[in-house]
């Protein structure tokens, strides 16, 4: 790995059609990152799909990676983006989401730090459609997030994480050492953070590193998305990967701090 790539992460961001829109809202709040002398961020837009609805909101940037696939969902274009992906970390950043000012410099400063933390969340804002934000409730405090604790919190709050995965920054060789996300058609993120968690301590910050739009047309909003018998399938997958992981015992090697 060359001395820039070294310093380097990469944001990626899995898009389709209706989404697209949002996609230079995206780009401003990631302009507004200042990273450590040294960093930079490079950024890996992939396509769910291969449509003419998405190229024409991609900015003109030479930090700006745009790719198209064939459609699997998001957990796929993430993972497929992965081959595009260089450097120790990678973020997530959802098409239709801001990041806040400081994001990614507070998420690099804490896995630099701490070589026994493998993943960083941060708190989230809901982004309404009247442009005003609202606050999660129940945030664990700023630190680090123990191995198995998303789990039993998961499991207590009927399949509600104590930390959101859409602002994951993670070690690039853990993401890949757990296969990228889950072939799930929903809850991926999810899954690959309780897989995370079953496997290395994380971190959650507790300033605000995220805004969460709200609009008509994110999946999670569809009915599909509550189809129970689904998403009893989707539960089941998610937690009994973390569980196996954890009876086997695998886990991450703490190191040092790396600087």
């Not at 993430?78 to 239709?96: C, M, S």
């Not at 606050?135 to 998961?154: Q, Y």
């Not at 050492?177 to 809850?187: K, V, Y």
């Not at 539960?235 to 790396?258: F, K, S, T």
Request: aromatic share 6%; with cysteine.
């Amino acid at each position: 790995m060359s001395a820039a790539v070294s310093r380097r992460v990469t944001v990626v961001t899995a898009v389709h059609g209706p989404s697209a829109r949002f996609l230079p809202e995206a780009y401003a709040s990631l302009r507004e990152q200042r990273l450590p002398d040294g960093w930079e961020w490079a950024w890996v837009i992939q396509e769910d799909g291969r449509t003419d609805e998405v190229r024409p909101h991609v900015p003109d940037d030479s930090r700006v990676t745009f790719r198209q696939g064939r459609p699997g969902g998001p957990g796929v274009a993430r993972t497929i983006a992965l081959a595009h992906a260089e450097g120790p970390y990678v973020k997530v950043l959802d098409a239709d989401d801001r990041l806040t000012p400081g994001a990614l410099a507070r998420d690099l400063a804490v896995l630099e730090a701490h070589g026994t933390v493998g993943w960083t969340t941060s708190r989230v804002l809901d982004l309404l459609p009247d442009g005003t934000t609202a606050d999660f409730p129940g945030d664990p405090d700023e630190g680090p997030v123990e191995r198995g604790a998303v789990l039993d919190h998961w499991k207590r709050h009927d399949f509600r994480a104590p930390v959101h995965p859409a602002t994951l920054c993670v070690r690039r060789d853990l993401l890949l050492a757990l296969g990228g996300w889950m072939a799930l058609p929903a809850s991926e993120d999810t899954g690959l953070l309780l897989a995370l968690n079953a496997v290395s301590r994380g971190w959650f910050s507790d300033r605000v590193g995220l805004l969460y739009r709200k609009w008509e047309g994110q999946a999670t909003g569809q009915a599909a998305h509550v189809d129970p018998a689904e998403r009893a399938a989707r539960m089941a997958v998610a937690e009994a990967r973390a569980r196996v992981l954890a009876e086997y015992g695998w886990a991450r090697p703490d190191r040092p701090a790396d600087r």
